[in-house]
């Protein structure tokens, strides 16, 4: 998506009626259990740490100074900005953290973990001067020293199951000898419990993997109303059964859990859950849980209604756009399912590459773009079937409306569509055109062949977002600069996929400095007017830190980021930065990105140690 300045950033904030329909997966109900537990003994699933992660001040921990959980400069949160630094003095000194934790009664199965960093000026290969000491009451659970050192955050976890039914205190102790600093940084600590009959996900394999998307949709009159049937296959690739699976129902964000824009119903194939995170998640229960390479599939009924609004879902008068309608199904890999909340200032949008049949029965008098490949046959009289099938795709999304439409294709010979709602001039629709027809080639010559067939650009001024991605699929307003941005998408976050929610400059810096290259700009300088709001604030930082500091999102995740890779073109060369970015995009064909395998891949690159580079640029991971 490209931001405009002409609507507040901040209305994608999660509101509290949303937060307070956000719970945990597999979490039961308060109201849903009788007031006298007949079984005293039974585990409620729970995540026992408050504040983990110290985003929400210091309560409810107890630290031996002020300076323990902070977000100072010297070290780095690994999520959010805060952390915890305990030591880091380089003379004698003790710091303590600590809050008091209740392990429910029954559970089979409880783990504490956390991310711990530690640096150290220590030169010994062979002595333990400086400690940290992990506990639960008097029980030591773990020590670390100056030997564990490492350059970034580590994940430790602890089996504490047997410390159910209890209420005891979590605590860190660092201690440091009279010389020479070690510092032990902590952040994101849980404590999980459950009962121990599904255990989270032993690998990091991505799964349900492979979907395969089959929906018939019947609109209404004015195309704002869309009811009919999916159904989707799937299979499981981890080595983790798979027990249930969660439908993303993202448009409920503009509409309420009472009158849901996206209503699923007559679920088969598995039994439905209550809705959870402002109704965007929906869990279905498999029948018996799914071994590694065993396939399902499950089926609903379904009900869309597209708001008034000019608006990714929404509709302008009489055109519609249905972006991010279709419920899809969210991924789990080793930190466990994927369920963030929607945002509006960005994407949180995080799905495996997909295949789509997708069946739009509509009246004759609209006509609807949508992603993939379409045809158009006859359907009951005044009434057209548009057809649309991709491969490959993490989305589909389509439009409906009375648009005035023109086609040309490109030198390379990927066919363009710019649909125009009224208002929007001949001149200014060619215009579109063309630029789409060179986008598409000029990002291919770069990255590698488009391979999604056609691609329809969809144009209404009134889109207060400035432009939207789709699999070949975009909206965008009358801009050049805009249009060639969205169609690099096809690219960043499309073929090379990411959590578009974790981290979202994998998709927008490069989506914008691949704008830059083929409007022929060099990025000359542009880092030298880069100026940090807080020692927090880094490109690689996630959507919920931008929801939460959102006037800075599109500076630093648009603006920084695409002025680092013009960076590390620069230290790279231009021939191995573009050698590293058409490999990257292959070696991710389809599948999905992270900081940590881009940094690797750039390293590779190049004998230049680029550890002050990331340091310097503010991107970690």
């Known amino acids: 998506m490209r931001p405009t300045p002409h ?6 904030a999660v509101t509290a009626a949303a937060l307070a329909a956000l719970c945990l997966p597999g979490t039961s109900s308060a109201a849903a259990r009788p007031a006298t537990a007949p079984v005293a003994a039974a585990c409620t699933p729970a995540q026992a740490v408050a504040n983990g992660g110290f985003e929400s001040g210091t309560s409810p921990w107890t630290q031996s100074a002020s300076t323990v959980i902070t977000s100072r400069s010297g070290q780095t949160a690994h999520g959010g900005g805060s952390y915890a630094w305990l030591d880091g003095v380089g003379g004698t000194h003790t710091d303590t953290l600590g809050q008091s934790v209740t392990i429910p009664s029954g559970c089979g199965a409880a783990t504490l973990t956390f991310w711990l960093h530690i640096d150290t000026a220590e030169t010994t290969s062979s002595t333990a001067y400086d400690k940290l000491t992990a506990k639960l009451g008097s029980t030591t659970l773990a020590t670390y020293s100056n030997l564990d050192k490492n350059t970034g955050y580590v994940k430790k976890s602890i089996d504490v199951s047997s410390f159910a039914g209890q209420s005891v205190n979590l605590s ?3 201690t440091e000898d009279s010389s020479l600093q070690t510092s032990f940084v902590l952040d994101d600590i849980a404590l999980d419990t459950s009962d121990g009959t599904t255990p989270p996900p032993a690998d990091s394999t991505r799964t349900p993997a492979a979907p395969s998307y089959t929906v018939n949709l019947s609109g209404d009159t004015s195309g704002t109303v869309w009811t009919g049937h999916e159904s989707v296959t799937f299979t499981n690739a981890s080595a983790t059964a798979l027990g249930e699976v969660y439908l993303r129902l993202w448009d409920n964000y503009h509409g309420t859990c009472d009158a849901m824009p996206i209503k699923v119903s007559n679920v088969t194939g598995g039994t439905a859950g209550t809705p959870t995170v402002a109704c965007t998640a929906l869990r279905i229960d498999l029948p018996s849980p799914l071994a590694q390479g065993q396939s399902a599939t499950i089926g609903f009924d379904l009900n869309i209604t597209v708001p008034s609004g000019a608006d990714r879902f929404g509709h302008d008068g009489a055109f519609s756009f249905v972006g991010n309608a279709l419920p899809v199904l969210a991924v789990r890999d ?18 495996l590459a997909a295949d789509f049949k997708v069946s739009l029965d509509h009246p004759s008098t609209l006509l609807v773009p949508a992603t993939g490949t379409s045809t158009d046959t006859p359907g009951s009289s005044g009434r057209t079937v548009t057809t649309a099938t991709a491969s490959k795709v993490r989305d589909f999304a389509w439009a409906a409306g009375p648009f005035t439409k023109i086609s040309g294709t490109s030198a390379a010979g990927v066919p363009v569509n710019v649909y125009s709602v009224s208002g929007i001039s001949s001149t200014s629709a060619q215009s579109m055109l063309s630029t789409a027809r060179s986008a598409v080639d000029a990002h291919a010559s770069r990255f590698g062949a488009y391979p999604y067939g056609e691609l329809d650009a969809v144009i209404d001024n009134n889109y207060w977002f400035g432009g939207m991605e789709y699999p070949g699929f975009v909206l965008d307003v009358v801009s050049t600069t805009a249009l060639t941005h969205e169609i ?9 996929g990411d959590d578009e929610y974790t981290s979202p400059w994998l998709d927008e810096s490069f989506t914008d400095y691949a704008t830059d290259l083929a409007q022929g700009k060099t990025g000359t300088n542009c880092w030298s007017s880069v100026s940090w709001a807080s020692s927090a604030e880094k490109i690689s930082n996630s959507m919920a830190y931008w929801d939460a500091h959102s006037s800075r999102y599109s500076t630093v995740v648009y603006g920084y980021g695409k002025c680092a890779l013009h960076d590390l073109r ?8 573009a050698k590293l970015l058409k490999d990257y995009a292959t070696a991710h064909w389809y599948g999905v990105s992270t900081t940590a395998e ?3 891949a750039a390293q590779a690159a190049t004998s230049t140690d680029l550890t002050s580079f990331w340091t310097q640029h503010r991107i970690e991971g």
Request: charged share 15%.
């Open 334 to 351: 080793s930190a466990g399912w994927h369920l963030d909340p929607y945002t509006n200032n960005g994407e949180s949008f995080y799905s």
């Open 598 to 600: 881009f940094k690797a």
């Open 172 to 174: 860190f102790t660092g």
């Open 570 to 577: 620069r230290v790279l060369g231009d021939t191995a930065m």
């Open 7 to 12: 609507r507040a950033l901040g209305a994608g």
């Open 488 to 496: 690099a998408h096809q690219w960043w976050y499309g073929i090379a």
